[in-house]
């Protein structure tokens, strides 16, 4: 029977390190609790966990003797994974390795090709293909790689060396058959939040979504289309988590949790019928909620939502194709604030074709809406989006150096839209310190020093550090909400 390990690389960005964050390797876990499912023992090494640094996890990789090694990796974190890959390689020369992710999905040749020791690439969702990636293992003929759907792989053939992409996989319908992550194949106590906490019980309801922001790579990666689990699938793993791992605080992480009311109401009703004493966060666009939606949430414990605002430029945002207005983003808060819901809104800057003063009026619009949390990033355009596209074509891009790929720092050429790198980086910081130090705000929130200290030691003290926290408030994919 193949052995399989996972490994989720260290990640050791400010962000992430700096603050004591540590969070659950999600996707990794949905796909061990996968190939147990089928029937494997799989096992997961979080360098997080234990400062991890390359040698030190491939001698732990080794001593498993697995035959295959699967790794994850976002566009900030390829080159991290790479370093990972190469030392696994030297100590176990002989196993069958491939990672998956956004960044590997949309340029599978490139990632084979930069990295040599790798052998294939999981392209999209990866439960059904890591799984028959297990069961189809033969070490001594790649020729079984063929035959498996939504993969790339390095074909050799006499002295000629080619990469193949397989045929498409199709998108999972079924969610609901999908095994919970597979939490217990790790110390899932050890999680901590920021501030010391024991992480939120994160969790995904919900795959796709049906809008495309030009920005957003979610609905390219899951397919442009909706697909979610039944309430009750949804309050089973939540009641897990309550009851099994004793975390009461859980985060959806899905791209947009409110785009099904109606679900979004059953799964508030469920959570009441059982008695589950739990809070939670989500997210939505904000021209898709209502009072009567966020007074039953809240009473099921919804206690922050999290609305992708992006601009305060009208023409930016149709530039974005966000299909929404000022006046929505206005009412969406009110909304929430009279529910007595926390909101935390996202913006953007630096997104391209966008003047100085329409920055300004993106900082100013954060200001008059009065979240209780602004979240400021710049575009980054991932591999994946139409803006990266748009701008490839263009010559636009700065760099493809994908350790800069940050959400902090400028990676386009902005002479021609009449702006300059330092002018947009300028811009984050002082969006973070014309929100978070308002004398009106610190009067209103007398508790909140430490989430703005927290805001400023990543924008304004800290600009060059390395933002890619793949979950929480802090995301390193800027996605629909």
Same mark, same amino acid.
Request: hydrophobic share 40%.
């Given at each position: 029977?193949?052995?399989? #390990?996972?490994?989720?690389?260290?990640?050791?960005?400010?962000?992430?390190?700096?603050?004591?964050?540590?969070? !659950?390797? /999600? $996707?990794?876990?949905? /796909?061990?609790?996968?190939?147990?499912? @089928?029937?494997?023992?799989?096992?997961?090494?979080?360098?997080?966990?234990? $400062?991890?640094?390359?040698?030190?996890?491939?001698?732990?990789?080794?001593?498993?003797? &697995?035959?295959? *090694?699967?790794?994850?990796?976002?566009?900030?974190?390829?080159?991290?994974?790479?370093?990972?890959?190469?030392?696994?390689?030297?100590?176990?020369?002989?196993?069958?390795?491939?990672?998956?992710?956004?960044? @590997?999905?949309?340029?599978?040749?490139?990632?084979?090709?930069?990295?040599?020791?790798?052998?294939?690439?999981?392209?999209?969702?990866?439960?059904?293909? *890591?799984?028959?990636?297990?069961?189809?293992?033969?070490?001594?003929?790649?020729?079984?790689?063929?035959?498996?759907?939504?993969?790339?792989? +390095?074909?050799?053939?006499?002295?000629?060396?080619?990469?193949?992409?397989?045929?498409?996989?199709?998108?999972?319908?079924?969610?609901?058959?999908?095994?919970?992550?597979? +939490?217990?194949?790790?110390?899932?106590?050890?999680? +901590?939040?920021?501030?010391?906490? #024991?992480?939120?019980?994160?969790?995904?309801?919900?795959?796709?979504?049906?809008?495309?922001?030009?920005?957003?790579?979610?609905?390219?990666?899951?397919?442009?289309?909706?697909?979610?689990?039944?309430?009750?699938?949804?309050?089973? %793993?939540?009641?897990?988590?309550?009851?099994?791992?004793?975390?009461?605080?859980?985060?959806?992480?899905?791209?947009?949790?409110?785009?099904?009311?109606?679900? @979004?109401?059953?799964?508030?009703?469920?959570?009441?019928? =059982?008695?589950?004493?739990?809070?939670?966060?989500?997210?939505?666009?904000?021209?898709?909620? $209502?009072?009567?939606?966020?007074?039953?949430?809240?009473?099921?414990?919804?206690?922050?939502?999290?609305?992708?605002?992006?601009?305060?430029?009208? =023409?930016?945002?149709?530039?974005?194709?966000?299909?929404?207005?000022?006046?929505?983003?206005? %009412?969406?808060?009110?909304?929430?604030?009279?529910?007595?819901?926390? #909101?935390?809104?996202?913006?953007?800057?630096?997104?391209?074709?966008?003047?100085?003063?329409?920055?300004?009026?993106?900082?100013?619009?954060?200001?008059?809406?009065?979240?209780?949390?602004?979240?400021?990033?710049?575009?980054?355009?991932? !591999?994946?989006? !139409?803006?990266?596209?748009? /701008?490839?074509?263009? $010559?636009?891009?700065?760099?493809?150096?994908?350790?800069?790929?940050?959400?902090?720092? &400028?990676?386009?050429?902005?002479?021609?839209?009449? /702006?300059?790198?330092?002018?947009?980086? +300028?811009?984050?910081?002082?969006?973070?310190?014309?929100?978070?130090?308002?004398?009106?705000?610190?009067?209103?929130?007398?508790?909140?020093?430490?989430?703005?200290?927290?805001?400023?030691?990543?924008?304004?003290?800290?600009?060059?550090?390395?933002?890619?926290? !793949?979950?929480?408030?802090?995301?390193?994919?800027?996605?629909?909400?």
């Amino acid at each position: 029977m193949s052995r399989v #390990v996972f490994v989720n690389p260290l990640d050791t960005s400010i962000s992430v390190r700096g603050l004591g964050l540590k969070a !659950p390797p /999600l $996707n990794l876990m949905y /796909l061990a609790g996968a190939v147990e499912q @089928a029937g494997f023992v799989p096992h997961i090494i979080d360098a997080n966990l234990i $400062n991890g640094l390359p040698e030190k996890i491939a001698e732990m990789v080794a001593r498993l003797r &697995p035959d295959l *090694v699967a790794l994850t990796a976002t566009t900030a974190t390829i080159s991290k994974a790479f370093q990972y890959i190469k030392k696994i390689r030297d100590v176990v020369p002989e196993c069958f390795i491939f990672i998956g992710g956004p960044h @590997a999905t949309f340029l599978p040749t490139e990632t084979l090709t930069e990295c040599p020791e790798l052998d294939a690439v999981v392209i999209g969702e990866g439960e059904e293909t *890591v799984v028959d990636l297990v069961k189809s293992f033969l070490p001594e003929d790649f020729r079984w790689l063929e035959k498996i759907k939504g993969i790339a792989f +390095r074909k050799i053939a006499g002295d000629t060396e080619r990469v193949v992409v397989t045929s498409p996989r199709s998108l999972i319908q079924n969610l609901d058959a999908l095994p919970f992550p597979a +939490r217990h194949l790790v110390p899932y106590s050890e999680y +901590r939040l920021f501030n010391g906490d #024991v992480g939120a019980g994160f969790m995904i309801t919900s795959r796709g979504c049906s809008f495309g922001c030009k920005y957003c790579v979610s609905s390219h990666l899951m397919g442009g289309r909706f697909r979610a689990r039944s309430p009750k699938n949804v309050v089973d %793993e939540v009641e897990d988590l309550a009851l099994t791992y004793h975390v009461n605080d859980i985060e959806f992480l899905d791209d947009n949790f409110m785009l099904d009311r109606s679900r @979004a109401l059953n799964i508030a009703r469920e959570i009441r019928s =059982r008695g589950l004493d739990v809070s939670f966060v989500a997210s939505s666009r904000v021209n898709e909620v $209502n009072h009567d939606v966020l007074t039953e949430l809240k009473k099921a414990g919804l206690s922050t939502i999290y609305y992708g605002v992006e601009s305060g430029s009208p =023409r930016i945002l149709q530039l974005m194709n966000k299909r929404i207005t000022l006046s929505m983003a206005e %009412e969406a808060v009110r909304i929430a604030k009279e529910c007595g819901i926390s #909101v935390l809104t996202s913006f953007i800057l630096g997104y391209p074709g966008e003047t100085y003063e329409e920055m300004n009026a993106t900082i100013r619009f954060a200001i008059h809406l009065d979240p209780d949390y602004a979240q400021f990033t710049i575009l980054t355009p991932y !591999p994946g989006t !139409p803006i990266f596209q748009e /701008l490839k074509e263009k $010559n636009l891009l700065a760099t493809y150096d994908w350790d800069r790929y940050t959400v902090v720092e &400028p990676v386009i050429r902005y002479g021609s839209y009449g /702006l300059t790198s330092r002018q947009v980086s +300028r811009k984050l910081k002082e969006a973070y310190l014309r929100f978070y130090l308002r004398a009106g705000y610190l009067f209103k929130r007398p508790g909140m020093l430490k989430t703005v200290f927290f805001g400023l030691y990543h924008s304004y003290l800290r600009p060059a550090f390395r933002h890619s926290d !793949p979950q929480g408030w802090y995301r390193n994919l800027p996605t629909e909400r």
